[in-house]
């Protein structure tokens, strides 16, 4: 089975931290992404990446920024939080282009608090 | 408009009844369609493709309207297990490749 690892299931900062949330997947995917999923507003992307040092911006990508020096591990940081960050944050990963068969393989999810 | 829309629900619906919702979508370039399930507090899983000509899945039929914009979702006997944020997803070919956007979501409970 595919793993999707992130590393904290929940966050509390406060304004202006630093934050990095990590993810790593085990199946030797090139493809991995960070959405943000918010009541009412659905997943929203962040960030993608294709392949290794390799990075996209999504849909939303004011506020954070990215590494990818692993294949197996994409972060992502919030360079100085805000409480309009506050919001559960999944990493996902596939195998190929994601729009060739839809399947992304989710993490559980971390949810972060800025207070 | 969002580009992906879709009824928040959430729809109550009785164990062993039958239930369907819609999802809407604006870019008509859109080329492929998905269901996804999210449990309460989990992350979300491919629950099935939508393909042209209708597709069934057991319980689950998803079919796409092209001329419409819109894919559906119908559930046959529901089960108390099939309490759940449906997800609808459309692909589009962007500037960076194929992108998934997601909507918000229907929350279905099926109830005793």
């Known amino acids: 089975d595919v793993k999707v690892t992130q590393s904290s299931r929940y966050l509390v900062k406060r304004t202006g931290e630093k934050v990095f949330l990590e993810c790593v997947q085990d199946?030797?995917?090139?493809?991995m992404f960070w959405y943000r999923q918010d009541p009412g507003l659905g997943l929203r992307l962040i960030y993608f990446?294709?392949?290794?040092?390799?990075?996209e911006k999504g849909d939303i990508p004011e506020g954070y920024s990215v590494s990818r020096e692993k294949k197996e591990r994409f972060s992502l940081i919030l360079e100085s939080a805000s409480t309009n960050q506050t919001s559960m944050y999944l990493c996902?990963?596939?195998?190929?282009?994601?729009?060739?068969?839809?399947?992304?393989?989710f993490g559980e999810g971390s949810r972060l608090t800025v207070l | 408009r969002k580009e992906v829309e879709q009824d928040p629900g959430p729809f109550n619906v009785p164990e062993g009844a039958t239930v369907a919702f819609n999802c809407t979508y604006s870019?008509?370039?859109?080329?492929?369609f998905f269901w996804y399930r999210q449990d309460c507090r989990k992350e979300p899983k491919l629950l099935m493709s939508?393909?042209?000509s209708g597709n069934e899945d057991g319980r689950f039929t998803a079919q796409l309207n092209r001329a419409s914009q819109y894919i559906s979702l119908l559930i046959r006997d529901s089960k108390l297990s099939d309490s759940a944020t449906y997800l609808c997803?459309?692909?589009?070919?962007?500037?960076?490749?194929?992108?998934?956007?997601f909507g918000g979501g229907t929350r279905v409970l099926v109830k005793p």
């Open positions: 996902a990963s596939t195998p190929r282009r994601a729009g060739d068969t839809g399947e992304l393989f």
């Open positions: 199946m030797d995917h090139e493809n």
């Open positions: 990446s294709y392949d290794v040092k390799m990075k």
């Open positions: 870019n008509s370039a859109s080329q492929s």
């Open positions: 939508v393909y042209s």
């Open positions: 997803v459309v692909n589009h070919a962007g500037a960076a490749g194929n992108k998934l956007t």
